[in-house]
């Protein structure tokens, strides 16, 4: 007869292979140059690890049928050890998710910031100056809020050098339910008095346009402006790619047309560029740099 401690240790051996626990020890191993590709696998395998979840547990549980069979315990030590089991796997999920939490709130905190962009703002010569800017450096974010006014074309540049030596993540925060036709995009550094509405550097929110940021990478094309909803741009000059995401889902993945991408030769400012004249308010909270 097989003894419980021995039938223990087979039953730990399975756990640590189907929680593969060393492929998580690695993927926590961060790098700064590559922080976000590391986020992303790791988010990645959290979303595998629960789907897979229910299937561990039957393996588990097949694996206590084949005990019951063969009557090597007495079912209060089966149960014992089944719920055992079972538990270290709930507590693995626990783990590698609030893992995954801290380690991403720690890098955002030290990276995340939006130091590089404060006092760098600067309006295209059609604004009609009904956009304000406001800097609230305590809080982390800088607030954009187009005033209630006539039916006019507002935008705003930050002048901070966006090149392809670099990858870059933004990330906007809507502070309403609904508003204007806004543009959140790039504009050429030798050419800052382009709108966005022309050169199709951007994705539109507000109104439904597939000419703005419309092609579909991920599931579905979005241009809803939903009150505390973030969208995370993302910008690699060197691959040509402007892209948009639902944060912190990333179900949804569009990116701007071929016909208007990016000029790998260029530098780019971030912009934003708003129609209407209904009171909408955004914030940038979150700046991104990472090196190739």
Known sequence: MISINNKKEEFIKIYNIISEKDKLKNLCNFKIKDIQNQLDE???FISEFMK???QNSRILNEQIKIIQKEQIYEMQDLQQLRQSILKQ??????????KKKSRQTQFEQQLGKLDNLYGTYEYSEFNKGQIEVIENINENKITILKHDNQNTDDQIYFEYNLTKENKYIFRFKFNDNKGNF???GLI??????????LTFKGKSFGVTDKDYGGKVVKGKRFNQIQKDQIIEMRVDIEN???QFLDYPDY???NEIHDVYQLNQNSTYYLAIFQRGKIQTS???IYFLETQK
């Open 182 to 184: 806004i543009i959140l």
């Open 251 to 253: 179900e949804n993945i």
């Open 188 to 197: 050429n550094k030798n050419n800052v008095n382009s709108s966005l509405d």
């Open 52 to 54: 897979k979840k229910d």
């Open 282 to 284: 955004l914030d940038i």
């Open 42 to 44: 790791l988010n990645k």
């Open 240 to 242: 040509k790619k402007l």
């Open 89 to 98: 796997l709930d507590e693995f999920v626990e783990s590698i998710s609030l």
